[in-house]
Each structure stands twice: as C-alpha cells, then as structure tokens.
T-cell receptor
C-alpha cells in the first residue's frame, strides 16, 4: 500500500546476529502491527502498537522486540533468540476506529545465511 | 477450533465460472469483517469490507451470516487475474483493541 514503507525487501541473518526491520508510514495511522507469514501459512501477529510509546505482544512475540518512539515508525528487531527467523515479515497500519481494515507494507523476506 | 477457518483449497475453476468461498469465525462478538487478496510472494491487499446487509463490488459479492458465524465471498465471471489467495479477516471482538484475526486463506486458480 502507498504510504507504508518496509525496508529492506530482502535480509539475510547470520547465526547469533540481531537484525532490525524497518517500517515507516505517512498515513497518520495510530496503530501499527508486525506479522510473520511462513510458506503456505496464514499471518501470525508478533507485536502491535496502538499509540506512541506503547506496544503489546502478539501471539508469537518470543525472540522479537519492537519500539514505538514516533508515530511514523515501528521497527522490529529479530534477535538471536529467534531460532527459526526465516519468513516473510509484514508491517500493517490502521486508523483508530475499530471497524477499519489494516493496510500492509510490501514486506521483508528474511533468510538465514 | 481456530478463531477463523477457511478451506485452503485450491479451487481450480475455468474462466467465466462462478466460485464461492466460505469462512467461519468463533467469536460471536466480532464486529468487523474483511476479505483480502494475496498474490504469490506479495503483501495482502484489501479486497472489500463485509457489511451486515451484504455488499457487492463489481463481480465480487460478500455476505455475512451472524447467526451461523460465517462470511462468504462470491466471484462471478472469473478472470485469469483473479488467481490468488483470498484471506478472510475478522476483527477480534469487543474488548479487543484493533487486533484482526486472519484465516489461513483459500487459494483460487482460474484456468483458461
């Protein structure tokens, strides 16, 4: 979706390394989300943030960390504790209204070297 | 039971066919419903929201049945370009601040 930028598109991680995925939005949306998608699987929620300086764990937060210091930015760090990080990572944003859909960035593919 | 369930398919149909997908959800308090389309190795894109009275957008019709807790998507006159995975998405329900629950997706393959 226009207005949500994820970078990089492709990322390779070495054993024991932390890597950070960027998500920036200019839609002025309050809420931001990180999902992980494995081949042939649905989306699983990692972390989400409803407001600046606040975030909550999703269903699979172990091995990941986030920050929300600015409304526009919600970076995701994949730590060395995440033993199976190879996946497609999607960032999404949403307005505050509960009946509104989420809009996605075009994703980052992370692989192990 | 999964919170949102879909038949993964694949549904293989000829061009011009009408095809329908169903999706069931477990939380009766869910308030908002959506269909997304995801092409191979791409991000999901919103196809349409689903309204209580049902709604139509061109060849696509979405229906909601709250009593039976399912939503449906009907695609008429299928095109080759409709080939994709269709994700059923449900807002988590009262007290759930903005979390959407995604189904696994239903794969549609339209053949010439």
């Amino acid at each position: 979706d226009g207005g949500i930028t994820q970078s990089p598109k492709y990322l390779f991680r070495k054993e024991g390394q932390n890597v950070t995925l960027s998500c920036e939005q200019n839609l002025n949306h309050d809420a931001m989300y990180w999902y992980r998608q494995d081949p042939g699987q649905g989306l699983r929620l990692i972390y989400y943030s409803q407001i600046v300086n606040d975030f909550q764990k999703g269903d699979i937060a172990e091995g990941y960390s986030v920050s929300r210091e600015k409304k526009e930015s919600f970076p995701l760090t994949v730590t060395s504790a995440q033993k199976n990080p190879t996946a497609f990572y999607l960032c999404a944003t949403k307005t505050g209204a509960s009946n509104q859909p989420q809009h996605f960035g075009d994703g980052t593919r992370l692989s192990i070297l | 039971r999964k919170e949102v369930e879909q038949d993964p398919g694949p549904f293989n149909v000829p061009e011009g066919a009408t095809v329908a997908f169903n999706c069931t959800y477990s939380n009766s308090a869910s308030q908002s419903f959506f269909w997304y389309r995801q092409d191979c190795r791409k991000e999901p894109k919103l196809l349409m929201s689903v309204y209580s009275s049902g709604n139509e957008d061109g060849r696509f019709t979405a229906q909601l049945n709250r009593a039976s807790q399912y939503i449906s998507l009907l695609i008429r006159d299928s095109k080759l370009s409709d080939s994709a995975t269709y994700l059923c998405v449900v807002h988590g329900g009262s007290g759930n601040t903005g979390k959407l629950i995604f189904g696994q997706g239903t794969t549609l393959q339209v053949k010439p």
